[in-house]
């Protein structure tokens, strides 16, 4: 298995350009010691840039996950969306969206 080899992955959602880099791979020593990989995932909101996401308040999310996680997804970027569209049912993003379209009088 080819390890840390980093890919750059660009997509949109819900009007905002999210960018990612992925590492299959991340370490050659997790894959020998537990024969699958462990993958590094790094997103980020680049339009506009770091504008909050469901998965992150800043923007910006650092991720490690079993390579596993991804064998049912064409690439990347179709996880990272399926993540996105499950973490707007969040009950804090729903409120973190509803204050910030709620106009104060103060």
Same mark, same amino acid.
């Given at each position: ?6 890919? &750059? ?5 819900? +009007?905002? /350009? ?5 590492? *299959? /791979?991340? %370490?050659?020593?997790?894959?020998? !010691?537990? +024969?699958? #990989?462990?993958?590094? @995932?790094?997103?980020? %909101?680049?339009?506009?840039? &770091?504008?909050? @996401? #469901?998965?992150?308040?800043? +923007? ?5 996950? *079993? +390579? ?13 969306? !399926?993540?996105?569209?499950? !973490? ?6 729903? *409120?973190?969206? !509803?204050?910030?379209? *709620?106009?104060? @009088?103060?």
């Amino acid at each position: 298995m080819e390890h840390d080899v980093e890919q &750059r992955f660009e997509f949109e959602w819900c +009007g905002i /350009s999210i960018e990612i880099y992925y590492v *299959q /791979s991340f %370490s050659k020593a997790y894959y020998d !010691a537990l +024969g699958y #990989p462990l993958s590094h @995932l790094s997103i980020e %909101s680049v339009s506009p840039k &770091r504008v909050p @996401l #469901p998965i992150t308040e800043t +923007g910006y999310l650092s991720d490690f996950i *079993q +390579g596993s996680e991804l064998r049912d997804y064409d690439n990347p970027c179709d996880y990272v969306k !399926a993540w996105l569209d499950h !973490a707007v049912e969040s009950p804090e993003w729903i *409120q973190q969206q !509803a204050s910030q379209n *709620q106009m104060s @009088l103060f």
